[in-house]
């Protein structure tokens, strides 16, 4: 296997509702698609919200599940008042703020929080991280 990652796809409960918070209130840039299914350009890898009913039919799966589903989404920014300033942000369209930015033992600062759907997002200033 070829080391990357091409599409993360979450199964979300309102495609609609998610498609306005990742387009509006993360500003990530859409890709034209069919109405069942919403594409993100991520550099090289794309983000896809599809219905969590159809992404588990798709993988053979029931689609019950809930609470923390052991990963986390991880988005670097330039600097810890980044990191405050886009959990603020991200509140503010109705996001869970689940850890506030802090200092963390690594010498960078982060946060956490959940989207519209549970789906948990660290939010970090790493100055080591060459990707921001």
Request: include cysteine; aromatic fraction near 12%; glycine fraction near 10%.
């Amino acid at each position: 296997m070829e080391p990357r990652v091409s599409l993360i796809t979450l199964g979300v409960s309102d495609l609609e509702r998610a498609t306005r918070f990742y387009a509006e209130c993360l500003g990530l840039p859409r890709i034209e698609t069919p109405p069942s299914v919403t594409f993100f350009e991520l550099g090289k890898t794309w983000l896809a919200l599809w219905s969590r009913e159809s992404l588990a039919a798709d993988a053979g799966l029931a689609p019950e599940g809930s609470g923390f589903r052991g990963f986390a989404l991880a988005h670097n920014v330039r600097s810890p008042a980044e990191v405050d300033a886009l959990l603020e942000r991200v509140a503010a369209f109705g996001a869970k703020v689940t850890k506030q930015g802090h200092p963390t033992d690594w010498g960078g600062y982060s946060g956490y929080f959940t989207d519209l759907d549970g789906f948990l997002w660290e939010v970090a200033h790493n100055p080591g991280f060459p990707h921001v």
